[in-house]
């Protein structure tokens, strides 16, 4: 079993920045991929981006340019850099981590609001 945690999320005005975090716990060593998906109200979850284990990166159109997505290994902690935030942007953060053996594990999600 993995326990993941996210940390990170807030109120921001369109065009800030913030930054994600989520530590991973447990049976690390059977992570494989790993990443952040959102869901705004009303609307169904989406994948953000995600990393693979030796750390090839794809992105949704929306974030791309945006958004940076990064992992320590070592730490066991997933990274999303977020800059020139849009009011759209606005949903709450799951961290998701799919092990090697397709086994997904979900975090309870942190809230990020862009308003002014």
């Known amino acids: 079993q993995v326990q993941l945690v996210e940390s990170g999320g807030g109120l921001v005005q369109p065009g800030g920045s913030l930054r994600l975090s989520c530590a991973a716990s447990g049976s690390t060593f059977s992570i494989n991929t790993m990443g952040w998906y959102r869901q705004a109200p009303g609307k169904e979850r989406e994948l953000v981006a995600r990393?693979?284990?030796?750390?090839?990166?794809n992105y949704t159109d929306s974030v791309k340019g945006r958004f940076i997505i990064s992992r320590d290994n070592g730490k066991n902690t997933l990274y999303l850099q977020m800059n020139s935030l849009h009011p759209e942007d606005t949903a709450v953060y799951y961290c998701?981590?799919?092990?090697?053996?397709?086994?997904?594990?979900w975090g309870r999600g942190t809230l990020v609001t862009v308003s002014s």
């Open positions: 990393v693979t284990k030796g750390g090839n990166t």
């Open positions: 998701n981590v799919r092990c090697f053996d397709f086994l997904d594990y």
